[in-house]
């Protein structure tokens, strides 16, 4: 699926929380077969060590008067548990087993070094070998695998997920003979860890496991309290295994068009100073190393100053984790004393690269090509690579007006 698919899958992780059993039951009610999800099942009891026969039953309940699909997964227990690299090593086998695409495969393995790295933050080993007991039981991959597996054949592969703060409940929770509050130290861990917000909800009760966790942060492009625009197509509700006071315990899944802006966007700061006594030299020199450091761009604007001086306005557009450094070498570069931060969204086209093949000079060179694109992923504009003129011109000794004149008509098939 391509990433200007304009549709969008809605989470909606309040009140009632995130599991692995609620997403596999939502997807279910989407449209997702049970059979797809008993051949992962399949797959695992034949790629995990140490596991017996796993069992997947699918059957209709009520979580308070909403209808949903409740997903029971069994598995007979040879081990009680496994270290975090036996885990993943096995998922890795699952993936190539079920075929999963790209997307698939890189939304599983993640899921799981997710859940590991949290069990390695709480417990204070290596990832790799760290003990788990509930995360380490074949339950775990089925849900993981199972959701990437439903999404591919729900055809929602490459879609944009938002979700709702996730609802933890509060009280207490039990595992490994401890009791300890919600929401359980892993699921505190990858929300931290993912600045992923998070509400109480209004059970007494763990509403987020690990594994429902550490999937929605995989899938997951934005977070919100605000509900966004989108015209519903699909609706899916997915049970939790219990019935609570107050709270239906399901999760729901809406799947539908957008009708935000189909760019995708970014959040950049663009940082500014004002210099009046700097020569063109230095500012040359401070423009070279910011370029050389992480900047996106450098833009040098001549201006009156106060009392009719000349100066320039250096802006420098940045990554938000740049800014910092960026600053830094301004200010030590130029010698000014103060740097401006402005935090900005930006609007950014789909766009790819190709290349195409041009005669310059009786040889043949490569000439890559970016090519930016609507939402339907049409052509809207095409850019030769400069660095690649370049490079042919100091091979030749044409210009590069000349060059560019040269490949024009080879943009042609690039746009097709």
Known sequence: MKDYDNRLGIIDASPSGVSGDKYLGALL?????????????????????????????????????????????????????RKGIQILSSARKCVDKLGLSEWGSKFSLSTIETLLDAESKVHGHSASEVELQELGSADTLVDVLGVAYLVESLKLAGIKW?????????????FSNRTYPNPPPAVAEILRKNHFAMERGLANFELSTPTGTAITVNLVSKYSE???????????????????????????????????????????????????DVSGEVIGRAVEKLMASGARDVTITPVYMKK???????????????????????????????????????????????????????????????????????????????????????????SVRDIQKIAKPGLEPAQT
């Open 226 to 276: 605000s509900y966004p625009s989108v015209k519903p197509e699909m609706i899916g509700y997915g049970a939790g295994a219990r019935n609570l006071d107050g709270v239906a315990n399901a999760l729901r899944l809406t799947i539908g068009e957008s009708m935000e802006a189909v760019h995708s966007h970014d959040e950049i700061v663009i940082l500014e100073t004002n210099l009046d």
């Open 162 to 174: 938002w979700c709702s703060p996730i609802s933890v409940g509060g009280g207490t929770t039990h």
């Open 29 to 81: 009610d989407l449209g997702g077969r049970a059979e797809s999800l008993r051949k992962v099942a399949r797959v695992v009891a034949e790629n995990l060590p140490g596991t017996g026969d796993v069992s997947v039953k699918v059957r209709r309940v009520e979580r308070g008067d909403l209808g949903a699909q409740l997903v029971t997964i069994e598995s007979e227990k040879r081990v009680e548990q």
């Open 308 to 398: 009719n001086r000349p100066g320039h306005v250096i802006s420098v557009i940045s990554a938000k984790e740049d800014a910092e450094t960026l600053a830094d070498i301004l200010m030590a570069e130029t010698g000014t004393l103060g740097v401006r931060e402005l935090p900005v969204i930006r609007h950014i086209s789909p766009r790819r690269i190709t290349e195409i093949n041009v005669k310059v000079g009786g040889n043949d060179h490569r000439i890559r090509v970016k090519l930016s694109e609507d939402h339907k992923g049409r052509i809207v504009g095409s850019k030769l690579e400069y660095e690649d003129l370049r490079r042919i011109s100091d091979q030749t000794g044409m």
